[in-house]
């Protein structure tokens, strides 16, 4: 008996029990579209995260001021964050440019339209250091003495869900923001509002969301210590060292001047923490997933012992008839082999598609970029694959082996 003959008959066998085999292969589909689904959604986020921060110069440090809270109650940085403190950060040993900024919110309108946005005051003739990969659309970086000019970045341009342009190069918006001022010991609130030209449009980075140039408006550090009031106090200062080598040791040495005072953002520790969680989310996930494949296989065992039990009376004719316990084992072997097939190929198809669309559906209700989407990498698939057809084989392993062993002649008399 050739192995065709032998999948011949083990399929015959499966359609003479359609709606039993259609409900155990729905079970391995079912196991194999979760784990599908789930790999390729977990892949496209470690892909856009990867993505997001190389994006960013690898060997960037972020300063911060740290604020404390004392009875319940937030305190004052105790270190301010100036000019001075950037003089002294380019003396520490491995660092090759500081670059300081200011970082505060507004709304920006243009016409009859308005949107909140970012605004970011920094030296952009040093964004290359930060940003390797960043390129304009339209115009030109704002020169540093340019107080009237401003970049913004492609989602500003044109938001999210919009298809007309918030903003044109050339043009003229308005940025305003409101904060509290005490007037004869009154707080009362002072809104502040300043006209600025479209000097450039960038090209869409996707940098990460707490650095979003993307959806930031950028002037230069002049204008925003002047727009904002801030009397020459920086939000933050950017070290960029020699090499990423050299991160470990900078940050140690900065730590070392200003202790807790400050806080360090290292954009490569955010991105292998952020891969860690998703990591772990995902093994999570896909050992829930797994469970289901487990029981699928159970379903496998259940199948094939039933069917053993109904057919005894053919076995007994099929060893009557000269067919060894090999090719008996064999015949029932290949209908587990053929469930497993049959599931993991529809479990394939239906994962990818479920997982597309699921992922989109998640990706409009949450508002994420538009730019993550699931990944299904061939190894990946196959290797999703050729598990289940195993596990299925294995399954189908004790119950194949039972029949094997039947006698012929207890089998007949049944």
Known sequence: MDILEVFRFSFEALKDRKLRSTLTILMVVIGVTLIVSLTGMSTGFTEFINASFSTLSPNTLIVVPAAGVERGTWTAPSVILDARMVE????????????????????????????????????????????????????????????????????????????????????????????????????????????FIVRGILNYLGSPSYINVDSMVQMSLSAANSFFKCGGKYDGIIVVTKSIELNDKVEKEIREIYGKDIGIISPKVIAQTVQNILGGWSIFMLTIAGVSLVVAAVGIITTLFTSVMERTREIGV????????????????????????FGATIGLI??????????????????FPKVIQPIYLPQHLTSIWLFTVILSALAGLYPAWRASKLNPFVALRR
């Open 88 to 195: 002294r950060l380019k003396s520490v040993e491995g660092v090759e440019v500081v670059i300081p900024f200011i970082h505060r919110s507004a709304t920006l309108r243009s016409g009859s339209a308005s949107m909140n946005v970012l605004v970011a005051g920094i030296d952009q003739t040093k964004l290359h250091y930060i940003y390797p990969t960043l390129s304009l659309k339209k115009g030109r970086l704002v020169q540093p003495t340019d107080c009237v000019g401003i970049i913004v970045g492609s989602d500003v341009e044109i938001p999210p869900g919009q298809s007309k342009p918030l903003v044109e190069y050339g043009k003229t918006v308005t940025l305003e923001y409101t904060y509290v001022k005490e007037v004869g010991g009154i707080p009362k609130p002072v809104t502040v509002k300043r006209s």
């Open 350 to 367: 239906v994962g990818m598609i479920f997982g597309t669309f699921g992922f989109s559906m998640i990706m409009s209700l949450h508002e």
């Open 318 to 341: 099929l060893k009557a008839l000269g067919f060894r316990d090999s090719q008996v084992l064999l015949l029932f072997l290949t209908e587990a082999i053929l469930i497993g097939v």
